[in-house]
Nanobody
Framework: QVQLVESGGGLVQAGGSLRLSCAASGRTFSSLAVGWFRQAPGKEREFVAA????????AYADSVKGRFGISRDNAKNTVYLQMNSLKPEDTAVYYC???????????????WGQGTQVTVSS
């Protein structure tokens, strides 16, 4: 069993930066891929970024490429999402999720955190 806890969300002005953290419990975390998803009010939960278990492969949604960076520290059981050049349309609840493979589909992730709110003001 893996439990995930997100942190680092908050209110930021457009153009600013935030770093989200996803802290995990469970000895198998280092063998799992981790993805970040987000859900804005009235919208579907969408893929943002993902990283393979070893950190060697990453994937990003087109909407965040060049602005967001995902990384992980398996010694700390933590995955990070560095978000730069934030836009109002990035406003959403951000969730981290863990699963067997680096994929972009949310149904393939077995473990989910509770989410952290990110609000970008214009």
């Amino acid at each position: 069993q893996v439990q995930l806890v997100e942190s680092g969300g908050g209110l930021v002005q457009a153009g600013g930066s935030l770093r989200l953290s996803c802290a995990a419990s469970g000895r198998t975390f280092s063998s799992l891929a981790v993805g970040w998803f987000r859900q804005a009010p009235g919208k579907e939960r969408e893929f943002v970024a993902a990283i393979s278990w070893g950190g060697g492969r990453v994937a990003y949604a087109d909407s965040v490429k060049g602005r967001f960076g995902i990384s992980r520290d398996n010694a700390k059981n933590t995955v990070y999402l560095q978000m730069n050049s934030l836009k109002p349309e990035d406003t959403a609840v951000y969730y981290c999720a863990a699963g067997r493979s680096l994929v972009v589909t949310k149904r393939d992730y077995n473990y989910w955190g509770q989410g952290t709110q990110v609000t970008v003001s214009s």
